[in-house]
């Protein structure tokens, strides 16, 4: 980090102050996924057992965020997207917002390793671990890769809520995971789209900035195409059913017909229109991953009432 952002702004910081430290709006995403993962799982769970341990998911989730913000204050302040951020904004100090992160670390996975059993909270502390130091540490400015490996971050919070109820992983606590891992470069990848210059202003290597937006569309539909296969594959998996099979065939076509748009789309078409379909790609794939998720949820709850008792199971 620039010894900018190792110096104390003074702390007049309020409660809100320190919650935009965590992040809420993935910190949103961590807990419907790691939830839904929670439920879909064939063991059940005690209400007040899972409620807390969902808590504590999400406590480390917000630990994630905390690290991250203090460890990126420097280039949080380059970037329009980010510049008001509490630590580059001068309302939380670099420090506070270090000692946030560890501390919720600890009592998160601690928490969680009494509420609901050590491999849930070991899996935890391997995500905060992963995304504060793997991703954000390493990858984020060391290669344009930096999406790609570190999107397995945020694609373990399934993981950890299948985990809580059955102690362990399975190939549909993998599927989704894939699900979220794939998905992951290409909502990046279009957001770095219509905001190129502040990535290249940051220094941040991410693809737009170092092989091009040509390069980077070529690879979003590439991506697109094998979330399409891992999407429809999950639909055949324990967890799957009729309400995800269609839920996916849907939004997966939606997503691939967006993504040829910004295959055959030039620098030029995107200056155009203000970067209108760059944008309205990446609302989409946050819609994307709620409704498959969300479908999932359904065909579970057919399954509690013995209604997909004929549905294949394959993978």
Do not use: C
């Given at each position: 980090m620039s010894d900018a952002t190792a110096n104390d702004y003074g702390d007049d910081s309020q409660f809100e102050d320190y919650f935009a430290l965590l992040k809420p709006r993935v910190?949103?995403?961590?807990?419907?996924?790691a939830a839904v993962g929670l439920l879909v799982a064939p063991v059940g769970v005690n209400p007040v057992i899972g409620?807390?341990?969902?808590?504590?998911?999400?406590?480390?989730?917000?630990?994630?965020?905390?690290?991250?913000?203090?460890?990126d204050a420097d280039i949080d302040a380059i970037m329009k997207r980010t510049v008001k951020r509490p630590?580059?904004?001068?309302?939380?100090?670099?420090?506070?917002?270090?000692?946030?992160?560890?501390?919720l670390s600890v009592i998160a996975v601690g928490m969680l390793a009494l509420t609901a059993n050590w491999f849930a909270a070991a899996l935890l502390a391997f995500t905060i671990f992963?995304?504060?130091?793997?991703?954000?540490?390493?990858?984020?400015?060391?290669?344009?890769?930096?999406?790609v490996i570190g999107g397995a971050a945020g694609a373990f919070p399934p993981m950890v809520g299948w985990a809580v109820a059955t102690g362990g992983v399975s190939v549909e606590s993998v599927a989704m995971f894939m699900l979220i891992f794939i998905w992951t470069p290409p909502h990046f990848w279009a957001l770095s789209l219509f905001?190129?210059?502040?990535?290249?202003?940051?220094?941040?290597?991410?693809?737009?900035?170092?092989?091009?937006?040509r390069v980077t569309r070529n690879n979003i539909l590439g991506y697109t195409v094998v979330l399409f296969v891992v999407a429809i594959a999950?639909?055949?998996?324990?967890?799957?059913?009729?309400?995800?099979?269609?839920?996916?065939?849907?939004?997966?076509?939606?997503?691939?017909?967006?993504?040829?748009?910004?295959?055959?789309?030039?620098d030029a078409d995107a200056d155009?229109?203000?970067?209108?379909?760059?944008?309205?790609?990446?609302?989409?794939?946050?819609?994307?991953?709620?409704?498959?998720?969300?479908?999932?949820l359904g065909d579970a709850a057919l399954r509690k009432f013995d209604l997909l008792n004929a549905w294949p199971v394959v993978i």
């Open positions: 910190m949103s995403l961590v807990v419907f996924t409620f807390a341990s969902i808590l504590f998911i999400a406590l480390g989730a917000g630990a994630s965020g905390a690290l991250n913000m203090w460890w630590v580059p904004d001068g309302r939380v100090t670099p420090k506070n917002a270090m000692i946030v992160g560890l501390w992963f995304y504060a130091v793997i991703y954000t540490m390493w990858l984020k400015r060391w290669t344009p890769q930096n999406i905001m190129n210059d502040d990535y290249t202003k940051a220094g941040v290597p991410m693809l737009t900035v170092t092989h091009g937006t999950t639909a055949f998996t324990g967890i799957g059913g009729p309400i995800y099979l269609a839920t996916a065939l849907i939004l997966n076509v939606m997503f691939l017909m967006g993504a040829v748009k910004l295959w055959k789309r030039t155009g229109d203000e970067y209108g379909a760059e944008r309205k790609f990446f609302r989409l794939s946050l819609v994307y991953l709620f409704a498959s998720f969300a479908a999932l």
